[in-house]
């Protein structure tokens, strides 16, 4: 299961840090991949960012020296630490993970999601 939290309103230029508690027999394993993805309305699932179990990470070139994925060391928590926000990244943010190494931000390649936090940037 996963849950995220920490989602907001900010202004742009502004910060924000999300969470994601995750539970289950999948995050005692050393082959997990955890991600966060985004969503705007009519727009497609866009991979941000995503972490293994050995803290290698793979970032979208839109959100690159700007936003920080990191998760605690058993993997209880997965965090987005997003700093310098625009208004182009208002959306729906959503946590993900999957069994492997594979650093990719596909989301098909993903197994489990959380419900979502809202993150809406004003100009």
């Known amino acids: 299961q996963l849950v995220e939290s920490g989602g907001g309103s900010v202004q742009a230029g502004g910060s924000l840090r999300l969470s994601c508690a995750a539970s289950?027999?999948?995050?005692?394993?050393?082959?997990?991949?955890m991600a966060w993805f985004r969503q705007a309305p009519g727009e497609e699932r866009e991979g941000v960012a995503s972490?293994?179990?050995?803290?290698?990470?793979s970032y979208a070139d839109s959100v690159k020296g700007r936003f920080t994925i990191s998760h605690e060391k058993d993997k209880s928590t997965l965090y987005l630490e997003m700093q310098s926000l625009a208004p182009e990244d208002t959306a729906m943010y959503y946590c993900?993970?999957?069994?492997?190494?594979?650093?990719?931000?596909?989301?098909?390649?993903?197994?489990?999601w959380g419900q979502g936090t809202q993150v809406t940037v004003s100009s």
């Open positions: 993900a993970s999957k069994w492997g190494y594979a650093l990719d931000r596909n989301p098909r390649t993903y197994d489990y």
């Open positions: 289950g027999d999948l995050y005692s394993s050393s082959d997990v991949v």
């Open positions: 972490i293994n179990s050995i803290g290698r990470t």
